[in-house]
């Protein structure tokens, strides 16, 4: 049985995203890691980065990115299906460039591909989520972010990324455009994995979340610039953290000087806007759920669950 690694970027390291971190995470659990670069601007330095890990897994691919072919974020899930396509691993492990797994999973995410290897039913291994918000002490428990996702694949030419890359279906006789058709493609039969992914991609310095909007913006709806600093809100809503982070991102976590500019009450300020998860109709129907079920059970899903 081979486990390959793959992910893609685009400004990486431009735009605050630990992608050394989280290639780095599970580099000793896989047989290869490939990495699609896009056509990143002259001050990123991702490449560099990458390239000095000095390690022989390590696979880049270089590209360059057309919005007019593939608009509205599924650019994401091209660049994806690319990184995908140069795999030769049986499973196939996907991170995104702010995603990272603990040390601590790396013995039961193995265990978990080898007992399902001669199952062909299950088609990918599903994982909880720890989406980090602000700082690296706080993350949400709303419903409006998704609890679970697939992010181990069978390597299997009908599998494609899919939508803006946040999960896989199968697709038969996919165009490889059509990445947000619903028709005719069928989500993926899946196990859960006893592990979780640390989503950072919110936790960065307000001017960098900003810039990073700014791209995302372009990528789904060329928007224009946001002239304003990102505000995170009340962080004094949210759970607390309260165990280890991955030791990958020890000294990446080192970096984080911004507390001054983040507000720890449960209050928000006149000026800051309020964030979908803060609506009062979500923050009801959240406590609800978790009240009655323990999760949010009523979260959209994009697998189905197959007992192990």
């Known amino acids: 049985m081979k486990i390959s690694g793959f992910t893609f970027s685009k400004n990486g390291n431009k735009l605050y995203y630990p992608i050394i971190e989280s290639i780095l995470s599970i580099i000793d659990l896989v047989d290869e890691f490939v990495v699609v670069l896009g056509d990143s601007e002259a001050d990123d330095n991702t490449e560099f980065q990458i390239r000095a890990l000095n390690n022989a897994k390590i696979k880049i691919i270089k590209t ?38 603990h040390e601590r999973y790396l013995d039961k995410i193995k265990a978990t591909c080898e007992q399902q290897y001669e199952r062909s039913e299950v088609e990918g291994i599903l994982f909880g989520y720890k989406h980090f918000w602000g700082d690296y002490k706080h993350y949400h428990s709303s419903r409006c972010w998704y609890p679970f996702e697939t992010r181990i694949i069978r390597n299997q030419s009908d ?32 196990v859960k994995a006893d592990a979780e992914i640390y989503h950072y991609g919110w936790v960065r310095p307000p001017h960098f979340m900003r810039k990073k909007q700014q791209h995302a913006n372009h990528y789904y709806r060329n928007q224009g ?61 959240t406590q609800i759920e978790l009240f009655l079920f323990g999760e949010k059970a009523f979260s959209r899903k994009n697998y189905e669950l197959l007992r192990k």
């Not at 946040?166 to 039969?189: E, N, V």
């Open 64 to 101: 360059v990115w057309d919005l007019e072919k593939f608009p509205g974020g599924t650019i994401y899930a091209h660049q994806t299906n690319l990184a995908k396509n140069a795999c030769t691993g049986d499973w196939l492990f996907y991170l995104q460039g702010d995603e990272v797994v």
């Open 225 to 285: 610039n946001q002239k304003v600093s990102f505000d995170y809100g009340p962080l004094g809503r949210l759970s607390l953290f309260n165990d280890t982070h991955p030791a990958v991102m020890k000294d990446w976590i080192a970096k984080f000087d911004w507390a001054d500019e983040l507000n720890y009450t449960k209050k928000y300020r006149t000026t800051q806007p309020i964030h979908r998860h803060d609506f009062l109709k979500n923050r009801i129907i």
């Open 159 to 190: 599998i494609y990324s899919w939508g803006d890359a946040q999960t896989f279906r199968r697709i038969p006789d996919f165009d490889g455009f059509s990445y947000r058709k619903r028709a005719d493609t069928f989500r993926l039969h899946v």
